[in-house]
């Protein structure tokens, strides 16, 4: 998975200049952030460890993704569609981030909301 970080929207234009500045996700630089799965570990009963490497700022660390089974099915267009939800948290300073606001920005909560077409 492939994001741009430069899309960055918090509904506020000064706070997004601020974090695709160099202080926190420095988007000219990089202007990507991926994660590229290298497992998949089945709990049971629809919840998954989704084990992978995240990069961004240009640093590469391994995250594990809590997701979870939402649905799965045939679709409309005789396809078969299954939807995940995902949710991970790490330190800014683990990706090289040093800039701090205070205790509540340290770390960051990614979530990922993920549907997926059988081939």
């Known amino acids: 998975m492939t ?7 918090s509904n506020h234009a000064e706070r997004d200049k601020h974090l695709r500045s160099p202080d926190f996700l420095n988007a000219k630089k990089y202007p990507t952030a991926t994660f590229v799965s290298t ?8 919840e998954f460890d ?10 590469t ?3 594990i993704i809590d997701a979870e089974l939402v649905g799965e099915g045939k679709d409309p267009w005789g396809g ?3 939807g995940f939800t995902g949710e991970t948290t790490f330190a800014l300073k683990d990706f090289d981030i040093q800039k701090e606001l205070g205790a509540a ?8 909301n993920i549907e997926g077409i059988k081939k």
């Open 61 to 63: 660390k391994q995250v």
């Open 50 to 59: 989704v084990v992978g490497d995240l990069t961004l700022n240009g640093v």
């Open 80 to 82: 078969y569609r299954a």
């Open 39 to 46: 497992d998949i570990i089945d709990q049971g009963e629809g």
């Open 3 to 9: 994001i741009d970080v430069g899309s960055v929207d």
């Open 105 to 112: 920005s340290t770390h960051v909560t990614l979530e990922l």
